[in-house]
């Protein structure tokens, strides 16, 4: 019988060892294992002691094992604390958050700083080959930074095809449009003698690579006067070697543009645009080119141009009539004697910016930069049209579900004018793309202004609300809006991208270097510039 009590009370000693959850190392606790179990009395351990304190054990281990599988989630929670588990859920939600906020800030900083570190940029327009990370790209820019402001100066970017001037190639040009040429060149030879060169030559044969370009007129002037208070770029999405050869024509002094000639090929894409290789910040980067869509980070920045077409090979190029070309036409683009033409619209705009920015230049000249070039185009941008209330008739088809998306109405509503769906008495123009429409019918009626949708393109491109009797929608010029208001708009078509040099002259191809003598200055050192003065016009 003593010998079954022994073995009961071994028992019940190993299951409640078993049973707890850190059991001792072999070795540790020993004396005192012995001591305790020697002074167990007989009649506990021949009672079901033992076997209580198993079975304790192990409802603990199974209630302690069932609460953290519950928990989370909580079942309840009262002022924070859970009913089941009692463990403030609270502090522990915001605990986790505050690690959550602080790993992901922590490695947003690390990506960020990889970021600068790995990514490079191209500044190959500056030194050929030239690359610099994006930490020290951002270093210079805030060095430019510094410069301009103290020069009072802005960045302004500027496309060259149908903006500047216009081109096309041996190939696009045909024995008759060649004699016209030809002929324009003798008047101009013509000119010059009786001037004693002092006419300004706006066509050009350029033999060398094969190509025909005419300065759009008042181009020179244009550039003079904006790079008084701009620093110029020249950006385009054509050949390098071309881009080279117009900046010759355009800056024969080589002063204005100081080096910066962007082509394709400086570009970081081959069909878009960016400021990320301009060395200034896009706050103070003015653009004017005939197709913002190629700039799809910083439309805001652009100022919209008309396309310049004098040769017939441009307007095809856009699906138009080549007869509306200025050479066809028999008169190039006008220079009005109250707006001065295209150009000097845009730099009327340009200077009212850079007045909002800076000041007249008569302050004290610790005034810094008061505001976003983005933000002062918007501001006037929307003084074009406003008070004008617009209804459409015949631009869409009927099965257009969603007006407000077509461009026409995003280019109305820019402008600052009201766009609406319906007549009412409240409106003041019918914009159509045809006659003989009720709405039109209508407007004539109650003398509203009945024009083509071209009036409002036209006006956006002025920077002025133009003279609706210009584009009455009975004029047939203004016929080849019906059911096609607005051609589509191309990334960079147009742009001179292809360079016939298997034909041009091989001694007078582009080499790198080519624009070395007049690179830009050391980017660390400050130019002292004059006061900036009053170009008003």
């Given at each position: ?10 028992h019940d ?25 020697s002074?167990?009395a007989?009649s506990?351990?021949?009672g ?28 309840g ?10 463990r ?8 986790d958050?505050w ?13 960020h700083?990889e970021?600068?570190q790995?990514?490079e ?9 030239f690359?610099?990370?994006?930490a ?8 430019e ?18 903006t500047l001037?216009n ?12 004699e016209?040429l ?5 008047e101009?030879k ?6 004693g060169n002092?006419a300004k ?20 002037e ?19 070697l071309?881009a080279a ?15 910066h ?25 003015c653009?004017?080119d005939?197709?913002?869509?190629v ?23 856009f ?29 009327r705009t ?24 983005r ?8 003084e ?7 209804v ?10 969603n ?26 123009h019918?914009?159509?793309g ?19 949708p ?17 584009f009455?929608?009975?004029r ?6 019906k ?18 040099l298997?034909?041009a002259?091989p ?22 510039e ?7 016009i």
């Amino acid at each position: 019988m003593d010998e079954w009590k022994d073995l009961d009370e071994l028992h019940d000693l190993l299951e409640a060892a078993l049973m707890e959850p850190n059991p001792p190392a072999a070795g540790e606790h020993g004396p005192q294992r012995a001591s305790n179990r020697s002074n167990v009395a007989p009649s506990t351990a021949r009672g079901n002691t033992g076997r209580d304190v198993g079975k304790r054990k192990r409802k603990q281990h199974l209630e302690e094992s069932e609460t953290e599988e519950c928990c989370p989630p909580h079942p309840g929670i009262i002022h924070g604390v859970c009913i089941r588990c009692g463990r403030n859920v609270e502090q522990e939600e915001e605990r986790d958050r505050w690690e959550r906020e602080k790993k992901a800030t922590r490695n947003a900083h690390r990506e960020h700083k990889e970021e600068l570190q790995t990514h490079e940029v191209k500044l190959s327009y500056i030194k050929e080959g030239f690359r610099v990370s994006r930490a020290e790209a951002e270093r210079i820019r805030g060095l430019e930074r510094n410069r301009m402001r103290e020069a009072k100066k802005l960045y302004l970017i500027l496309d060259l095809d149908h903006t500047l001037l216009n081109s096309s190639k041996y190939t696009e040009v045909d024995q008759q449009t060649k004699e016209k040429l030809e002929a324009y060149l003798s008047e101009q030879k013509k000119r010059q003698e009786e001037t004693g060169n002092e006419a300004k030559v706006d066509l050009f044969d350029l033999k060398d690579i094969r190509i025909w370009t005419k300065i759009r007129p008042g181009a020179y002037e244009f550039l003079e006067k904006t790079s008084r208070v701009f620093e110029l770029h020249v950006y385009t999405m054509g050949h390098k070697l071309y881009a080279a050869e117009m900046a010759k024509l355009l800056d024969p002094t080589r002063k204005l543009f100081n080096g910066h000639i962007i082509s394709q090929q400086d570009s970081s894409s081959d069909a878009k645009k960016d400021l990320d290789i301009v060395l200034g910040e896009p706050s103070e980067v003015c653009i004017v080119d005939d197709s913002p869509n190629v700039w799809t980070k910083h439309q805001y920045n652009v100022l919209q141009v008309g396309r310049y077409h004098f040769f017939p090979s441009s307007t095809k190029q856009f699906g138009l009539d080549p007869g509306d070309c200025c050479l066809n036409y028999g008169k190039d683009e006008a220079l009005e004697e109250d707006r001065g033409g295209q150009l000097a619209a845009v730099f009327r705009t340009l200077q009212a910016t850079h007045v909002a920015i800076f000041g007249t230049g008569k302050e004290n000249a610790e005034v810094g930069v008061q505001g976003d070039v983005r933000e002062q185009l918007h501001l006037l941008r929307s003084e074009i049209l406003r008070g004008v209330k617009i209804v459409f008739s015949r631009i869409w088809p009927e099965s257009e579900r969603n007006p407000p998306l077509h461009p026409i109405w995003k280019m109305a509503e820019s402008a600052g004018a009201i766009c609406c769906l319906s007549i009412s008495e409240d409106i003041t123009h019918v914009v159509a793309g045809g006659s003989g429409t009720q709405k039109v019918k209508w407007a004539l009626k109650h003398k509203k202004h009945v024009v083509t949708p071209e009036w409002i393109e036209r006006s956006l491109q002025m920077w002025t609300r133009l003279d609706e009797k210009e584009f009455d929608v009975k004029r047939p010029t203004y016929q080849q809006w019906k059911g096609n208001p607005l051609p589509p708009a191309p990334s960079a078509r147009g742009d001179i991208d292809e360079i016939d040099l298997q034909h041009a002259d091989p001694l007078k191809r582009y080499q790198p270097g080519q624009w070395q003598e007049c690179a830009p200055a050391p980017l660390k050192s400050v130019q002292e510039e004059d006061e900036v003065i009053d170009i008003a016009i």
